[in-house]
């Protein structure tokens, strides 16, 4: 039960008056305290002056031995035990006087009962605001106050027995924005992490140190709370773009068609397409021209007409700028300086939440040649094919790749660098059976996985063309590379504070025991719960643990034959997907290459 808190002019009053009087009592006590240790400084000259002084006064003495103790050298430990202890004399006295105050405009209460109910209240303002409800209210609250205390005294030594550390969980709760409460009550009764993210989704989404500490403890701890949380994040990654696709299912050929005809060309656009350097021209011009290209090729050349892997190639429509990644910039010329403010939708197409995700809109007033251009975050082809100097970020430049693929009939996934904020995608290639590979830096991730899309195309289907591919990333770098030791540091970093979002899914699949056929696992599991219907916080099928690779025995070898400890064992070998003479060769430096 909350008491709301009532403002009356009574206690509005009573409570600015008090405020003004708390201020100058402070400033009186720090006065009265810089007096006293002068004048305990002064005795400390006549010992025996002081001994007797401290008779006739105990404060006067206590602040004399503070002072002479301090003087001869007494441990910092000791001052500092008797600095809390004056601290907290000098508040309790303070709230007495706030009582008094206090009393004065509600002389119906003791001044014990108000002493009480500024403490539980949090301050004499507050208190004065229960005060006005009446004897009874206050009565009603204190009783709820002191059954919340015995409650969260039971909970702390719950978790005390479960050797979860009561204050460090409450940091942790407060900086994810869980109440404390919830997040001891989780706790204590190990409701499970699927449950904490049932009622707090963020903690998913957003897998912080600090989120992660919550779920694990609400698991129960151990190996099995940090794989929970970390296949509770990965569920998330497909939600994502399961969810970001929805959209592009809705797309007819004919739809999508009239998106591509929908802008015309800048004639400088047109000619990089292929087009003669004209106005006039749209995208579905563009993409015609193409499909014309090869084809004509596959016949001089004997070959049967071009599948869509092939019409996707980038000899073809690969090349076309409407797939080129591009920072927000002025529209008229170009330039990207300027100021840029926020402001409300006001075109028909900023209104449409199909169009505008966020339902605002950037301007940016161009220093170079004095226009605004307004621009917002969509996902939509209509618009992201403005020709004109729109903005396509890796996000806007997967969607559209993502919807063009679908529109060709060729196959497609998502691939995300945990822990950082990137996302690119992957295209089926029938030539190789397999998907093309495209490059990502070596900055701030902690392992790479694959989501395939769900959307009509060739190729494996979207569950077997989810999977971890982080080996298959690093092996684009020479085997001695430091970005290796880099992915190493950053998945054994506990705080997060190394990768680029300051998350640790990463972190958590290690100590989850979580390698690359785990992840693949969890991956493909929540591709089958997504197409069932089911919650992402729902893991009652149990999917995910079916083929998680239990690695003990390859972590003994590594610790045996390198003596490495078990943290850096299963880091190693999560790395490169659990192949211990990969882990062998990664920590021996070498170049050797394993097939």
């Known amino acids: 039960m909350e008491l709301e808190l009532l403002s009356t002019p009574q206690c509005a009053t009573a409570a600015t008056d008090l405020a003004g009087k708390k201020r100058k009592l402070a400033v009186m006590q720090s006065a009265a305290m810089d007096t006293d240790c002068k004048a305990a400084h002064t005795g ?21 031995t503070d002072c002479q103790a301090a003087d001869t050298g007494a441990s910092n430990d000791a001052v500092a035990d008797e600095t809390v202890e004056l601290a907290a004399q000098a508040a309790d006295d303070a709230m007495a006087d706030e009582a008094v105050e206090l009393a004065q405009c509600f002389p119906d209460f003791d001044l014990e009962m108000l002493k009480e109910l500024i403490a539980s209240a949090g301050g004499v303002e507050q208190a004065a605001a229960i005060a006005a409800m ?13 059954a919340e205390a015995v409650a969260e005294t039971e909970l702390r030594e719950v978790l005390t027995a479960q050797t979860v550390d009561a204050d460090q969980l409450a940091a942790h709760a407060k900086a994810v924005k869980v109440p404390v409460h919830c997040a001891m009550v989780m706790a204590a009764g190990q409701i499970g992490a699927a449950a904490a993210v049932m009622q707090f989704p963020h903690l998913a989404s957003d897998l912080s140190a600090s989120a992660l500490a919550v779920l694990v403890a609400a698991e ?14 990965l569920r998330h990654k497909v939600w994502q773009c399961r969810n970001k696709e929805k959209v592009y299912h809705s797309y007819t050929r004919e739809q999508s068609e009239a998106a591509l005809r929908r802008w015309e060309l800048p004639p400088a656009v047109a000619e990089k397409c292929g087009l003669p350097r004209e106005a ?8 015609e021209h193409q499909r014309n290209v090869a084809l004509k090729e596959a016949e001089s050349a004997g070959r049967a007409p071009p599948s869509p892997s092939e019409l996707w190639k980038w000899k073809y429509m690969g090349s076309l700028p409407m797939f080129s990644y591009l920072q927000s910039r002025c529209q008229h010329c170009g330039s990207q300086s300027g100021n840029t403010t926020v402001e409300a939708p006001q075109t028909e197409d900023e209104k449409n939440p199909r169009f505008n995700l966020e339902g605002r809109v950037y301007v940016l007033h161009c220093s170079n040649c004095g226009q605004k251009s307004r621009w917002w975050r969509s996902q939509a082809p209509e618009v992201m094919l403005n020709p004109n100097n729109w903005g396509r970020l890796c996000g806007e430049c997967a969607d559209m790749s993502t919807w063009f693929a679908g529109y060709l009939g060729v196959g497609q996934r998502y691939v995300i660098s945990v822990d950082n904020d990137h996302i690119w995608t992957e295209s089926w290639d029938d030539a190789t059976s397999q998907f093309s590979q495209g490059g990502v830096h070596g900055n701030g991730w902690t392992d790479i996985v694959a989501i395939g899309s769900s959307l009509p195309g060739t190729g494996p289907g979207h569950e077997m063309a989810s999977e971890q591919v982080t080996e298959r990333q690093l092996n684009t770098w020479p085997a001695d590379h430091p970005v290796r030791e880099r992915v190493l540091q950053r998945r054994m970093d506990a705080t997060g504070q190394k990768t680029q979002l300051k998350t640790v899914i990463g972190y958590a699949c290690m100590r989850g025991e979580l390698d ?12 089958r719960d997504y197409d069932a219907g089911v919650e992402l916080s729902d893991l009652s099928r149990e999917h995910c643990g079916e083929a998680t690779t239990r690695v003990e025995q390859n972590v003994r070898q590594l610790q045996e034959a390198f003596g490495i400890n078990d943290t850096e064992a299963r880091s190693t070998l999560d790395i490169v997907g659990g192949d211990v003479e990969r882990a062998a060769a990664l920590l021996l430096g070498s170049e050797m290459q394993v097939s």
């Open 516 to 527: 690359a056929a785990g992840v693949t696992a969890v991956l493909r599991a929540a591709q």
């Open 220 to 233: 129960g701890g151990g190996v099995e709370g940090y794989r929970t949380a970390a296949t509770l994040a």
């Open 134 to 146: 009446g004897p009874d209210a206050v009565g009603t609250y204190l009783g709820l106050k002191s």
């Open 280 to 287: 006039g021209y749209t995208w579905l011009d563009a993409v």
């Open 44 to 64: 400390s000259n006549h010992p025996k002056a002081d001994e007797d002084d401290a008779m006739e006064d105990v404060t006067e003495s206590t602040m004399a």
